[in-house]
């Protein structure tokens, strides 16, 4: 691998893996800011997948106008299995070099990340990577872009379940999304007042769960709202739904709220901090800073090697624990 620091004339971006609303604001953001700058922008449709496909179109200011806004991505995304592989890296690579684009922002999870770190490591591409997933489970980070909007969405979904279940005295188990992480679970549970929440790294706690149940009616509560963070695959809810009727006769409703949670317009927070990482990732290559991914680490964007950001990352903060513990009494 050529290890000479490469001077970056044009670039490409793409989406991969699940989308996130704030990622067309990060899309907006490299494209201006890399032409501000004098670079060729390409636009890479359907991730590594239209990479390999030869999806790629050359991007100018008015091909990011009026999309800010707008949640998903105007590029598309998928997730590309078929990326594991050095050889398909390879053609990767060489249909890079074919389109004479000399470096590479992708806007993705840790998977995303991983696909980058091998096409630097073997053909010397350079990358800068920004996380975009609705989890914010990425290490290296304490926020990636879309999870603020995912979190409002569902809190707006619960504060629905919430009206229905008061006027019906009922119980309702609402399960987010979050499949190595209860970060969405965690802040939806303060913030919609719930009576507890179901963290996925943690087994299910049955008599935690009827114990807040039985304190909020014996306190006159005659509802209440479980928030359950979905895990390695959906349904948990169901489960805990059957376990919580025939082992301790307590009807509660299921509500997964799903997909939802990916859509919608991205709240100003998630547009802010993804024009921001959009600038520094293009100014990032153009001084030539590779292998790096743009950051928020205590509420400063910064720069953090690519390699830090690979693993999964599911911390639970006590003081947040402790909140919602001292908050649903």
């Known amino acids: 691998m050529d290890t000479t620091v490469k001077t970056i004339k ?3 971006v793409l989406c991969s ?19 501000g700058l004098g670079m060729d922008v390409f636009g890479i449709y359907r991730g590594y997948s239209g990479l390999l496909e030869g999806n790629v179109q050359k991007l100018g200011l008015a091909s990011v106008s009026n999309i800010i806004q707008r949640g998903g991505t105007i590029l598309d995304t998928s997730r590309c299995l078929e990326f594991h ?7 990767a690579a060489h249909i890079l070099f074919r389109k004479h684009i000399d470096g590479l922002v992708v806007i993705g999870g840790n998977g995303s990340f991983a696909g980058a770190m091998a096409l630097h490591r073997e053909h010397g591409i350079p990358i800068v990577g920004i996380p975009g997933t609705i989890d914010n489970d990425i290490s290296g980070t304490e926020y990636t872009v879309g999870f603020n909007t995912a ?25 987010v999304m979050g499949h190595r992480s209860s970060n ?4 939806v549970g303060i913030c ?47 489960q805990i739904k059957e ?26 927070l998630d547009r802010l901090i993804a024009s921001r990482m959009g600038h520094a990732a293009v100014h990032a290559l153009h001084r030539g800073l590779h292998l790096h991914v743009t950051a928020i680490n205590k509420g400063e964007l910064v720069m953090v090697p690519l390699a830090g950001c690979l693993e999964d990352k599911n911390e639970v903060t006590g003081p947040e624990l402790d909140l919602i513990s001292a908050l649903a009494i």
């Open 10 to 12: 044009s670039l490409g």
């Open 17 to 35: 893996g699940g989308d996130s609303p704030g990622m067309n604001a990060a899309v907006r953001s490299v494209v201006r800011t890399a032409i």
């Open 85 to 91: 592989t050095p050889e398909i890296r390879q053609e």
């Open 151 to 175: 979190v409002q969405t569902a809190v707006e979904a619960v504060d629905k379940i919430r009206d229905t279940a008061s006027a019906h005295a009922r119980t309702f188990l609402v399960e």
């Open 184 to 187: 969405i679970a965690l802040q």
């Open 192 to 238: 919609t007042g719930a009576e507890h929440v179901v963290l996925s790294n943690q087994g299910v706690d049955y008599e935690k769960i009827v114990s807040d149940i039985k304190k909020g009616e014996a306190r006159g509560k005659t509802s209440s709202i479980i928030i359950v963070a979905e895990g390695e695959k959906s349904g948990l809810s169901y």
């Open 243 to 268: 376990v919580l009727m025939d082992q301790y006769a307590i009807a509660v409703h299921v509500c997964v709220l799903g997909h939802i949670q990916r859509g919608g317009r991205p709240t100003a």
